[in-house]
């Protein structure tokens, strides 16, 4: 049976995720910005709202609630990260995400169905693809029986699963099992969503930084099935 199929619990109890959502909620309200919100929301097609924190008060706000908090264990990850994506405004997301990506290696392979809830709930693109390059991907580089996982999740109906799954190997360099790189590639080329079109494209071109022939000879062997958008993407820094 594959890490998850299992049922995603609900958060477990944490002294230390009490301390960190006690100081959370009480700093990142007390800089919202209502206006700067509006935008925010916008341009994220309505996926959640937003205080209004821009990226460098965001973390300069996480460092204080942080600030003498002891390293976690994978039940306080677990534990923040879930009661965070319980509070309807995205920055409590991307501290999760950012959380998550500190202490991804303080967490085992059975982590893994909390991630898969992450990203199947209130998905977007912004808490995906990291999620996926640093979480996922240091989970798999840590366990490569979860690999099943990642062959199951190329497969899903859901298009974040896909895309996650294309991107979990994006640091890997030469560690890059290219067998699941390309197969997963040829598998979705015909995929009709952007992100998962998008996130071919961008698996390939990161993996042309290590070996750019080939992935050119993959484009070429498979240019009649591949969408423009994912040949664009991946010969962007290569060339033809």
Known sequence: MSVTTRPVPDPPHSALADTVLRR?????????????AVGQRAYMRDVAPFLGLTSSVRRSLSRAVLSGVPRPGEAD??????????????EYHYFAV??????????????????????????????VDLLAAHV?????????????????????ADRWLVRAA???????????????LFGYCARQSEHGDFFVRKAIGWSLRE?????????????AGHRDRLAPLSVREALRTVGP
């Open 136 to 156: 996922v991907g240091g989970l798999v580089a840590a366990d490569r029986d979860l690999t099943a996982d990642m062959d199951a999740w190329i497969e899903d």
């Open 77 to 90: 990850c677990a534990a923040v990260a879930l009661r965070c994506w319980q509070l309807p405004e995205r």
């Open 207 to 219: 993996y042309a930084k290590t070996d750019p022939d080939a992935v050119r000879a993959f484009v």
């Open 24 to 36: 959370l909620t009480a700093e990142y309200p007390a800089a919202a910005d209502p206006e700067r």
């Open 166 to 180: 294309l991107l979990h190997q994006l640091r890997y360099k030469q560690r890059t099992d290219t067998d699941r």
């Open 98 to 127: 950012d959380y998550l990506r500190r202490y991804v290696t303080y967490c085992s392979s059975d982590f893994l169905p909390v991630v898969r809830y992450l990203l199947t709930t209130v998905p977007w693109w912004d808490t």
